[in-house]
């Protein structure tokens, strides 16, 4: 079973655009969602992070936004740049982490065109 | 100074053959793990090792194993290799209690 869900799958944005990406997820003892960028060739890298007790967590360009009372999470990046491509995961553990099962979502490759 | 490493960066084999992947961290982690990414980029728990002892081991064939001879290094063996077992394997890290994953580069490993 799926405990992360994330949309879309891919998205095309135009430079200077909006892209926006949403994930849902159903365990309440969730605590810690982190997005996660991927660039080809390359591991995933902690992008941004929030915890559950904020509706808003902006760092530059990249914005998530938090909805506890939907199990909702989403991450906003603002005027997308072409080296943003890459693929984004969401993601949801629980704190503390020792060693337990970080669940990610399955994934959005955004590409941004010039 | 790579944080996460792990080698090699591309394997191709023959089908039955075994092989291994190595993992070196040098963050002072505490935490280890593996995970499998296949074709559709999807991101999936192996094994996590928290000082050296087997935490979570997923529904893997037990054609894989684990082994961590001291708390900064997992290393996967796979014995007689599939051509389902082709995908990218990551190398990961954290330290207890912040839930941050490091990854490391990937190997890439092609079944023939």
């Known amino acids: 079973q799926q405990q992360v869900k994330q949309s879309p799958q891919s998205l095309i944005v135009q430079k200077g655009g909006i892209s926006i990406i949403n994930c849902a997820y159903e365990?309440?003892?969730?605590?810690?969602f982190p997005w996660y960028q991927q660039f080809p060739g390359k591991g995933p890298a902690l992008l941004i992070a929030i915890r559950p007790d904020v509706s808003e967590k902006k760092e530059g360009r990249f914005t998530i936004s938090f909805n506890k009372s939907a199990k909702q999470f989403s991450l906003h990046i603002m005027d997308s740049q072409p080296g943003d491509s890459a693929t984004y995961f969401c993601a949801a553990s629980k704190t503390p982490n020792t060693g337990n099962q970080f669940y990610f979502g399955t994934g959005t490759s955004l590409t941004v065109i010039p | 100074d790579t944080a996460v490493s792990q080698t090699p960066k591309y394997l191709v084999t023959q089908m039955g053959n075994d092989k291994s992947i190595k993992c070196e961290q040098n963050?002072?982690?505490?935490?280890m793990y593996w995970y499998k990414q296949d074709s559709k980029k999807f991101l999936k728990i192996m094994f996590s090792?928290?000082?050296?002892?087997?935490?979570i081991n997923e529904t893997v064939p037990n054609r894989f194993s684990p082994k961590s001879p001291d708390k900064a290094h997992l290393n996967l063996h796979i014995n007689s290799l599939e051509l389902g077992d082709s995908a990218v394997y990551f190398c990961?890290?954290?330290?207890?209690?912040?839930?941050?994953?490091?990854f490391g580069s990937g190997t890439q490993l092609s079944v023939l």
């Open positions: 990961a890290s954290s330290q207890a209690p912040m839930p941050k994953l490091f």
């Open positions: 963050l002072g982690h505490d935490t």
């Open positions: 090792y928290n000082n050296k002892e087997l935490i």
């Open positions: 365990n309440t003892a969730f605590d810690y």
